[in-house]
């Protein structure tokens, strides 16, 4: 409405428009010194609401009861069920009273002028009956034959005859068809056609091949695909109930234990709140500093990957970055929490306390070093590799393996009764009817009626847990259609791994300046004792402490020139007795001239020198 260029509300950096959101524009204020940039996802003032990062929301309100949501009680229609009000005013993150180290981080990431922020085959064919001169009547394909063959010779080897398979589908004998077998039968089980081919054979059916004769035996066995498909499902039934309740407990867990891990502090004033949250208060803390005065100060919250991203904002020095110095932050007492011990074997009494001046009960917590952090989200592991679509698969295969054995059951049990065939074992199926429906009935019945009544109650707590982990992801800002809670928790255990490498960074760094502080104490010390003499009252003896040499042990080598040592040397060799050694040497000797002695004066005439060579060659030699 004014002259262009002019004012458009305000000064540059001041509230453009009142509440973002229904917050207030938050403080931004510019360090005293130019700080190294941290570029993180800054979340917008008007997504806030709702999260973690709102100074208004309540983290730990209307929390429903992990029991209740394991055992699928909690439904979103109900009144207060499976909820507990817990009404503790404002209990949202909150980085304005984090006390952090602002002349170490000043030091530490100042901005440097001269460069830029660190970025951081057989006879036989289908159709025809054609009879070799020698051997078995072959009806089949070569491969199928092939393929059907081999595994007929593995049932073979364990004992497993075709008319044992027939009677064992019959009256459904688990302990006959086990998990591995059916697994084998299910493939080579016959089609329609290759059964009317092997039955239609008019000649000896005794010549035929040992396929055909198990595909003849088969034939009079009703249903007994969806009979193999149908136990198969039985036996599978209960590995997946124990895979998807251990899965759900995971998460049941996992969202208990980041709820806890973001809890506010306690009214009482004795436990200061989570761990995880106060690890993000750090972080908070640090990154609005660094940035301040800039578009990316003054965040209410951020991305979760923005942990990650420290890593990169190097030191002035390069030998640290800014998630180390949030990891040496968290590691240090005043950033200390206190979380009650939820062993119920200890008991919580806050009028007695320990050495350190801590609650019975309670125990004091670290974001970093302790391995406390990893401790409290101890499940989230399990339930980042268990997404809720992948247990929500299961269910739905529990439920078609359901379905398969009502079906089994259905069709067995209105089979007609004139059906008959070979069996091999002189049993026809109608001399069995009955006793074979009634197998079918005692095998799938009871066992129906649990599988549906588990997969309900599994589908119910799924359901739950759903929406559960969608307010997770609302929780930290992510979108719940693109990023589900497992994708949350794996981000978290980033963070967590981040801040651990940083402190190990830490510890390596400064156990290394320890062993060099103490090399160079050494050294000194050394330097030191080479000037530093004793001298004795004589005056004659210059020794340096500690040292045991040959030159300490004796007082002639410790004054006057070589003539003289040398001199004195001889001296007191001439008293003392020689050695069996020395003896030896002088009788080798003494010998050695007596028979110089008495050699002839010819034999003492030294040979003459070898005349030299001419000129020419001596340069040669040269």
């Known amino acids: 409405g004014g002259p262009r260029g002019g004012p458009r509300g305000g000064p540059r950096g001041g509230p453009r428009g009142g509440l973002a959101g229904g917050l207030p524009k938050k403080a931004n204020l510019k360090p005293s010194v130019d700080l190294k940039p941290l570029f993180w996802s800054k979340i917008s003032d008007n997504k806030i ?60 990431f100042l901005k440097k002028k001269s460069g830029g922020a660190a ?57 006959v068809l086990t998990m591995d077998r059916l697994s084998g039968l299910l493939k080579i089980m016959p089609t329609q056609a290759e059964i009317e081919l092997c039955m239609d ?50 998460h049941v867990n996992a969202i208990a234990q980041v709820k806890a891990a973001l809890a506010p502090p306690s009214s009482d004033g004795i436990s200061g709140g989570g761990v995880l949250r106060k690890l993000f208060q750090v972080v908070l803390r640090v990154g609005n500093y660094v940035n301040g005065g800039t578009r990316r100060g003054g965040a209410y919250g951020v991305q979760l990957d923005a942990v990650a991203k420290m890593a990169s904002v190097k030191s002035s020095d390069n030998k640290s970055n800014l998630l180390r110095f949030c990891a040496k932050e968290l590691a240090s007492e005043k950033h200390a929490v206190v979380v009650k011990i939820t062993d119920n074997a200890r008991a919580v009494d806050e009028e007695r306390k320990d050495d350190a001046g801590v609650p019975l009960g309670y125990h004091k917590c670290f974001a970093a070093g302790t391995g406390d952090l990893r401790a409290a989200l101890r499940s989230l592991d399990k339930a980042s590799k268990s997404p809720l679509e992948e247990i929500l698969m299961v269910v739905s295969k529990m439920g078609k393996g359901v379905q398969v054995i009502r079906d089994c059951m259905e069709k067995c049990l209105e089979m007609p009764r004139n059906e008959g065939g070979e069996s091999g074992d002189g049993i026809t199926a109608s001399e069995t009817l009955d006793k074979n429906q009634q197998a079918v009935q005692a095998c799938f019945s009871g066992f129906l009626d649990y599988a549906e009544g588990t997969r309900e109650s599994l589908s119910v707590q ?146 003459p020198a070898p005349p030299k060579p001419p000129p020419h060659l001596q340069a040669l030699g040269k």
């Open 49 to 108: 609401k709702g999260t973690i990062w709102d100074p208004d929301v309540d983290v730990a309100s209307k929390v429903k009861d992990a029991d209740k949501v394991a055992a699928g009680a909690a439904a979103e229609g109900e009144e207060n069920d499976g909820t507990t009000e817990k009404k503790k005013g404002k209990c949202g993150i909150n980085d304005a009273d984090v006390d952090i180290d602002i002349e170490l981080i000043n030091a530490q």
């Open 462 to 607: 799924l359901a739950a847990l759903s929406i559960e982990g969608e307010k997770i992801s609302v929780m930290f800002a992510e979108n719940p259609k693109k990023v589900s809670s497992s994708e949350v928790y794996a981000k978290i255990l980033k963070i967590v791994d981040a801040v651990e490498n940083a402190y190990t960074a830490n510890a390596r760094d400064a156990n290394n300046e320890a062993k060099r502080a103490k090399r160079d104490q050494k050294q000194k010390e050394k330097e030191h004792g080479k000037k530093k003499c004793i001298i004795d009252p004589a005056g004659s003896k210059h020794q340096r402490p500690g040292n045991k040499g040959t030159f300490a042990q004796h007082k002639m080598f410790q004054s006057g020139g070589a003539t003289d040592i040398v001199a004195r040397v001889r001296e007191r060799n001439k008293n003392r007795s020689p050695s069996t050694k020395q003896q030896r040497s002088r009788m080798s000797r003494s010998s050695s001239m007596a028979d110089w002695d008495d050699a002839p004066e010819s034999a003492k005439t030294r040979a």
């Open 201 to 250: 054979y008019e000649g000896d059916a005794s010549k035929l091949g040992k396929v055909e004769k198990f595909f003849r035996t088969l034939a009079d066995v009703p249903h007994a695909k969806l009979r193999i498909e149908a136990l198969m499902a039985k036996d599978q039934m209960e590995d997946q109930v124990t895979e998807v309740q251990d899965r759900l407990e995971a």
């Open 119 to 175: 970025g951081g085959a057989n006879s036989g064919s289908g159709g025809g009956n054609k009879s070799k001169k020698k051997g078995p009547v072959t009806l089949l394909d070569g491969k199928r034959l092939q393929n059907v063959g081999i595994q007929l010779s593995r049932f073979s080897q364990r004992g497993l005859t075709s008319a044992d398979i027939r009677s064992a589908l019959l009256r459904c004998q688990e302990d």
